[in-house]
């Protein structure tokens, strides 16, 4: 099983969630809550209004979002699904626990750190360095940024 930090639409209650559901997908079991240490640029554009966290170590926000245990074909779906190589690339970060779920495994308290598995961008636009950055994407959040999975 691999980890993999979520930070967009494949979190709880965002549009993508359901793609982590599916058992045609492969298994993916919820772990708990984390921050990057490092601090990222979180930022919504293209067509889509899409959630990007930009490879630029050090720059932005310490960015929110959940861990999740997945097994190979989950990962090689969320692979797919997110472009590999074109649009993101797998990256490996240094997370803050914030919450963990019981029966998650490997308990990890508040406060402790973990690595996991992101998808950040292979290449952005230059001026997306220029957009707000956030902490914690909310497709449904006051940006005002609509996603759409119709671009």
């Known amino acids: 099983m ?3 930090f979520v930070y967009g639409t ?6 993508n969630y359901s793609r982590l559901l599916d058992p045609v997908n492969g298994t993916a079991s919820f772990c708990g809550r984390a921050s990057t240490i490092d601090k990222f640029p979180l930022v919504i554009a293209g ?4 959630p990007f966290l930009l490879n630029i170590p050090g720059q932005g926000q310490h960015v929110q979002g959940e ?3 997945v097994d190979d074909q989950m990962l090689e779906f969320l692979d ?3 472009f590999i190589p074109h649009m993101y690339q797998r990256t490996l970060v240094e997370l803050k626990v914030e919450e ?4 998650a495994g490997c308990a990890h308290t ?4 973990i690595e996991a598995f992101t998808y950040s961008t292979t290449t952005h636009q230059p001026e ?3 957009l707000q950055s956030y902490e914690n994407y909310d497709a449904y959040g006051d940006h005002g940024l609509e996603y759409t999975t119709h671009f």
């Not at 067509?47 to 899409?50: A, C, P, T």
């Not at 963990?100 to 029966?103: F, S």
Request: contains cysteine; proline residues 7%.
């Open 47 to 50: 067509e889509g209004n899409i």
């Open 128 to 130: 997306w360095v220029k």
């Open 110 to 113: 508040p406060g402790s750190t």
């Open 67 to 69: 861990i999740f245990s």
């Open 100 to 103: 963990w779920a019981d029966g």
């Open 80 to 82: 797919c699904f997110e």
């Open 10 to 15: 494949l979190k709880k209650g965002q549009p």
């Open 2 to 4: 691999t980890k993999i």
